[in-house]
């Protein structure tokens, strides 16, 4: 169901993120990186994360579910985009970070401990994962999207058994216009 929303809003989808300005999540998540590290994208949407952390020197891989969405992201930074979900993803690469931007919140609950997991298998010793989700505590579908909100509680079971640990937490209002009175959880975990 997910998908093929993005599949069919993808141009959509696109133009509304893709200049939104993400420097304040950004500035929680660069200095954990070491210089010229590996990123993983992780749904990596219209390529705009992609595009700024290739803009400062970060080795990025990108990831998408979605097709449509991908090729639209590849053009964007000019490298490939794997079509891959993030429980199937695999790599002999292990990374220095993860960002999970507003992507994982798709995976519904009963499946995302080992999606998290998964990921987290990728991750370099002290490797740094950050992801965030709408605050809340429920599975819901909002115009043809399935989302799974969590509260920092959650996000402990979530990752329970998956090899990481809580850096840090906080809450932001989203970053669209419009928006800002829709809640984010953000979260820094490291690689234990």
Not at 11 to 29: C, H, K
Not at 98 to 113: D, K, Q, T
Not at 157 to 164: K, L, S
Request: net charge negative.
């Amino acid at each position: 169901m997910t998908m093929s929303y993005y599949d069919q809003n993808a141009q959509e989808f696109f133009d509304g993120t893709i200049n939104v300005d993400m420097a304040s999540l950004y500035s929680q998540f660069i200095p954990l990186i070491p210089k010229s590290g590996l990123v993983l994208d992780a749904g990596c949407g219209s390529g705009r994360d992609s595009k700024a952390f290739k803009q400062l020197g970060f080795r990025v891989h990108a990831i998408d579910a979605s097709e449509v969405l991908a090729r639209l992201a590849e053009d964007e930074i000019n490298q490939q985009v794997e079509i891959t979900t993030f429980q199937q993803f695999t790599s002999p690469e292990r990374f220095d970070a993860i960002w999970a931007c507003a992507s994982l919140l798709h995976v519904s609950m009963s499946e995302l401990p080992s999606a998290v997991e998964n990921l987290s298998n990728h991750l370099k010793p002290k490797g740094v994962f950050y992801c965030s989700f709408k605050y809340g505590n429920d599975e819901v579908e909002r115009n043809g999207r399935r989302f799974t909100d969590l509260n920092e509680s959650l996000l402990e079971e979530v990752i329970f058994g998956a090899g990481i640990t809580v850096l840090k937490t906080w809450c932001t209002s989203d970053l669209r216009k419009g928006r800002e009175s829709e809640k984010w959880l953000n979260a820094i975990l490291i690689k234990v």
